[in-house]
Nanobody, 114 residues
Framework: QVQLVESGGGLVQPGGSLTLSCKLS????????MAWYRQPPGKERELIAH???????NYANSVKDRFTISRDSAENTLYLQLDSLRPEDTAVYYC????????WGQGTQVTVSS
């Protein structure tokens, strides 16, 4: 059974940084395009970044040039580096395939506040 476990969230001041991790167990994402999503308070979950098997990446305009997605296929771990954080980045962050084909994990809370 595939399980996704996100970690690394927390409370950070505006302008700060965090590194999120997503560990996959029970499967392999070597052949999948993987993605990070987030769900701000009271809003729908949104796709913010994805990476395909050749390492190519794509970002939503709201996070472009501030967030960086990467993957370690040998360790079945997906990362998201969050820099220059803003209050509007406050959300629960999730990982999944680009088609959201796996069961969602619990997510990790990121709160940006002074």
């Amino acid at each position: 059974q595939v399980q996704l476990v996100e970690s690394g969230g927390g409370l950070v001041q505006p302008g700060g940084s965090l590194t999120l991790s997503c560990k996959l167990s029970g499967g392999s994402f070597s052949f999948y395009a993987m993605a990070w999503y987030r769900q701000p308070p009271g809003k729908e979950r949104e796709l913010i970044a994805h990476i395909i098997s050749d390492g190519s990446t794509n970002y939503a305009n709201s996070v472009k040039d501030r967030f960086t997605i990467s993957r370690d296929s040998a360790e079945n771990t997906l990362y998201l580096q969050l820099d220059s954080l803003r209050p509007e980045d406050t959300a629960v962050y999730y990982c999944n395939t680009l088609t959201a084909g796996w069961t969602w994990g619990q997510g990790t809370q990121v709160t940006v506040s002074s």
